[in-house]
């Protein structure tokens, strides 16, 4: 079995800053991808960043320039640093992994239960 954790959401001004953190844990032979998506009350879930196991990233354009994604291989744990933050970036943020569970095994997605983040005065 397979868990990803979130955590560090929370309510914030306009401006401010908050960094995610997404725990993988369980049977784990490998993590591929890594990302966090987003989705707004009412909106579709959209990809906000995602980065690969050797680090390359890509970011939606509405988030360039104000987060940050990054991993630490070693813990399986990724993270979004969230800067400057605004109202429009009000939405629940979930992880998601590509994980193989043993050697030569298939790639699957998993999920995370998602963290709130608000963004309000």
């Known amino acids: 079995q397979v868990q990803l954790v979130e955590s560090g959401g929370g309510l914030v001004q306009p401006g401010g800053s908050l960094r995610l953190s997404c725990a993988a844990s369980?049977?784990?032979?490998?993590?591929?991808?890594m990302a966090w998506y987003r989705q707004a009350p009412g909106k579709q879930r959209e990809l906000v960043a995602l980065?690969?196991?050797?680090?390359?990233?890509n970011y939606a354009d509405s988030v360039k320039g104000r987060f940050t994604i990054s991993r630490d291989n070693a813990k399986n744990t990724m993270y979004l640093q969230m800067n400057s933050l605004k109202p429009e970036d009000t939405a629940v943020y979930y992880c998601?992994?590509?994980?193989?569970?043993?050697?030569?095994?298939?790639?699957?997605?998993?999920w995370g239960q998602g963290t709130q983040v608000t963004v309000s005065s």
């Open positions: 998601n992994a590509d994980i193989a569970r043993s050697v030569g095994g298939d790639l699957h997605a998993y």
């Open positions: 980065i690969t196991r050797g680090g390359l990233t």
């Open positions: 369980g049977s784990i032979f490998a993590i591929n991808v």
